[in-house]
């Protein structure tokens, strides 16, 4: 069983190689009369595409996505919506030397072992660009979310060893205002300004660097999630590390909260104002998910990301003969990709929120 | 669509609640012909079982497991294998003073307020105690996997703030017999000895502190892990998270490769000896996963779990009416669960591999 | 991937062998707060179980019935419903003389040629024991269908030439009734009656013979079924032939309406009266589906069930090595199947319309 | 869940409506390495397309095919294989007269009933133009099995009350050339002409009519078929009942099989020739599947399909608002489906085939 399908009841289905005609998404599953607002949709990919900033690849792409199906007079209709986003700048000649290098890190010799036969062409399918099918299906479930008031915002919080402070998140919107005033897209304008000084300098050695993104969900009520397998952060989880160069996540407390005591970390449950049907605890270290079910608090939980493989380093590095090989840094690439990742960390909690909140819809007879 | 279910090809269904008649799996998609070694199984569920030293619970359940179907002469026939597990000690009037309380952090509240209703003895469906089913399960995935050289090892790592030094990981037996003379299962003595006495101090003070678990995968062939979703760390970091009481999960370089440089980063491949067939890089930063496809390299991750929420301090709370309540600490409870839930980490690892492992059998024509 | 679950979102997986300890099934995906009556699935278990007549098997299973998890104070909890039958008349011995020869029209062969294993023991999986489990859970799917007003009546209406007239359909307890005091389960008592005198001269021939049973639905809802390919239809046609022995389905005019001209065949809608929100044809050739899709109208199917391949004659055949081979008849099995088939056939359909209700609450944002 | 995929490990998405700008069809899990010839797609495609005959609708598609993703240099590669098929000739004005009607047998209806909402040209997704998508699927699934020596050959066996004979079906080559030298695509030219002349006099006469499509699957080997649920002849049902106006299908024996006796119905093995290693009967009853499983005989089964609903005949029939209206025959459409479907019926059954291969790969460990 193959594994290009996410989700069960908000079920998307993503195909495409980087270097082939086109990319795309069908998502199946949408409920119908669901305002389908192509215009969102694509300046949600005009935050993933490459070459917007001096810190992202300067490959070109517009990135123009075209609805195929399943949307009829502006709704969407209940029938699949196919999602299609031509390749345009298909440079392959630039990997024309990498056809029998395995890169560092990259993922050339495991398509080669998997498979036996690899579209070599700017990483084929292992590229991140396929992330830009799921950013397109994601705006899709954004709006389904929308419309019941659900909000997800991410930001990169680290890069590197810069740390972000925390930030008060009361108001999503004034979030995302500064966050979108910066290349870097982090929510607090000082430390964007050290990351951006930070990824140039690391771009101009021709290297990379990792960071971590935090992502908050407002809005979601009390119950999604399905025990005891597909808990609402197990799902999360699995969203984000199915993201390309992630290696960590944690929701809540997260790691660090696996050195506290139990009377630190239990969250105090607050009695209700009269007038509120609203669970309330006095801290939130359980990240707004308790026994793998929302509980109405905000969902909190971060995602750590590798840097880059593509350095613009020579490096040493085997053919498929196993013999020992050099690699020369040449392409386009990102020196950081936590910029352009954090419209794909919201796409992917979005997609799993969706899912859920519509699997929640037959939890009670 | 509910969520009691795991796996794709090796698929697993768990049922059962804490205080019910028994707790119980079918395994459906178990390839005929393997041994099925029953002692093996009830080892395994040894390890997880309550009352085992005087760092766990005191609740006594002998955990006997019986096989129902699927099993013929010993050896799996390709139908579905059911496990059952009664529950012995079901003492439920411990839990009589729950009924209408939320307790802090555990997943009371929630489960209200999904499916209005709850079986309120001793957490229900939401105990640990239906991790004993997942363990049995995965007693048999061990056996698939040990058929093809593949072995998985876990143990605790930390708990608390008490972290045990990196160890030589060449010989998974000797660690694991290392692991089993203590009962932190810690394959590091000193470290060991200083974690029980850690949570036996955290014991009597009735309280509770969380911990984290490494686990290594040893002879994992190249291949296993579907693109672009079910990559291989996305499905363990699920398995992983959908545990009792897990926040935390990173694989590889994880959360600290994230502020590394990639010329740090990138581990480079070996030439091969000429009669090898073995892909190596001088360095794991990888975690045996490229791609989210198995590189043959060993495969590392680490869980981070959360301290029990149950403690025997008087907490305050609401009720279901959302009114100021108090919670005196009573019941049998855990101080501490990693000792117990390394044979869980092992088992939902196994899982995942063996549901990859057969995947990747038909991934080439 | 293994075949023993059935449905998305009401969806069960069944276990157990024929001679094995137990058979049974999980329902996973049962809403909430459902009132789990277990005397009526006690009931609709002895509608299947063996013994019950003289043109049934005489082998003797209580077929009792046990919940082992998923109910609580009488009702589901949204957690998986676990279902136990255990095994009683296990008399394996009478199958010790098939351990080596392939019974003819039996799947015998079969499950040696795909597993290499096979438990010989009364057909193993591949007995018709299995479905005991489908009845099981198909009562709890009418539970949920009761309450929401949807009803499915089946009954014999051929047995080998012998066919039942068409019935006044409009009040399906009435023929219920009928239907229950005769042991054929024919809701005609005349032809009940020729039928059961055929089938009795067949036994005394050691003979066996085939029939069909026609199904009614009423009550359903228009907007059922999924399309394109989990039309309603489809799934009741895949549902009807996973019952062992059944080889045809057809709906509405089957295939009889394919010798029809368009001008005959098409179902004209008549005009609502005012206060009416129903949906109405003159004729119903399309058997309450269009597009795959309930209209609202009765839901009308057949289904064809071979003659049972136990005969009590003596029979060529051939052994596992291929050689010449004879079998004698001996055993317990019935000479006809449908009377028995009823309520599964009933089951199966509760099971494809419990699931199909549920995946159509989310169809709609 | 919606319903718009198929299959498990070879698993199809289709997507598109019939006046939409495409429609077309994802490929998962087709295993790398597979040659992958376009033209034999297209030419699958031809046999399908609108317009080749008299007896066709006169709808001008060319359905020129696409390949936009998994395949490289002409091989498979193991992700997700998209299909892309260009609407041309979308005269949406022929559908104007229908947005507010409801046309007899359609699925106008029902669309509304479930959805609200209903892309009224053309039939929308409830067309058969999505079965475009099927047939570009099922000959990459053709390719799969045909590298595996099995064949799949369809042909029309009924036109309204018109039967073939039975045929001699030892060389399905000759079959297939003798079906594609008329256009009903009957492989008994006696039958064919006697079939095209009373099709085209139902056109002239501006109605439609009905008929019957037989299939027979040669090479298959014992062991596909996954017990219970998943039987081979439960999927293809499932497959055949999915296509646009099926309304029965039987395998082997079928509908009459359920009319003859044990003795009469059992197929006799025959002994093994010293050199052999196939499984030989004396009948096909079983349709060379025995408890759901292939047992390496000719597979065999028939589909029924209704006359299709559109006719040149003004009809009776209700707006949306449940008043009287009348309809009048416009548009272009068949006169009888069955020729066009055979192509589609034998691309079904590649696909179940195909699925339930890979399925079986994992049967043993």
Chains 1, 2, 3, 4 share one sequence.
Do not use: W
């Amino acid at each position: 069983m193959a594994g290009n399908s996410f989700g069960q009841l908000f079920r998307i289905t993503t195909f495409g190689e980087s270097h082939g005609i086109a990319i795309g998404v069908i998502i199946d599953g949408c409920p119908a009369q669901l305002d389908i607002d192509i215009d969102f949709i694509q300046s949600e990919l005009d935050k993933r595409k490459p070459g917007q900033s001096k810190i992202t690849t300067q490959r070109k792409e517009s990135d123009t996505v075209q609805i195929l199906s399943g949307v009829f007079e502006g709704k969407s209709t209940g029938t699949p919506i196919a999602l299609l986003i031509p390749n345009e700048d298909q440079r392959s000649k630039d990997y024309g030397h990498n056809v029998d290098v395995y890169r560092p890190s990259h993922a050339d010799y495991v398509y080669d072992a998997k498979y036996g036969i690899r579209d070599h062409r700017g990483g084929g399918r292992s590229s991140a660009r396929e992330t830009a099918a799921r950013v397109a299906a994601g705006a899709v479930a954004k709006l389904l979310l929308k419309q019941h008031g659900i909000e997800v915002f991410a930001h990169v919080t680290s890069v590197g060893k810069i740390d972000a402070p925390n930030l008060e998140t009361n108001d999503l919107s004034a979030l995302l205002q500064i966050r979108e005033e910066n290349i870097v897209r982090c929510a607090d304008p000082a430390t964007a300004h050290e990351m951006i000084e930070f990824i140039d300098a690391v771009r101009k050695d021709g290297d990379t660097v990792g960071g971590k993104i935090s992502c908050i969900v407002k809005g979601c009520p009390a119950g999604l999630g399905e025990p005891v397998f597909d808990k609402l952060h197990a799902d999360l989880g699995k969203a984000m590390l199915s993201i390309n160069a992630v290696h960590g996540f944690e929701y809540g407390s997260g790691f660090a909260g696996s050195e506290l005591l139990g009377s630190q970390h239990n969250d105090i449950p607050q009695p209700k104002a009269a007038d509120s049907k609203v669970f309330q605890t006095r801290t939130n270290f359980a990240g707004g998910i308790l026994g793998g079910i929302s509980n109405g608090m905000d969902i909190t939980f971060k995602v750590a990301f590798k840097p880059v493989a593509t350095i613009m380093h020579n490096q040493q590095t085997i053919n498929a003969a196993g013999e020992a090989s050099e690699i020369k840094g040449k392409g386009r690439h990102d020196p950081c990709v936590v910029p352009r990742a954090v419209v794909i960390v919201e796409a992917m909690a979005a997609l799993v929120l969706a899912d859920q909140f519509l699997r929640n819809k037959v939890s009670i007879v």
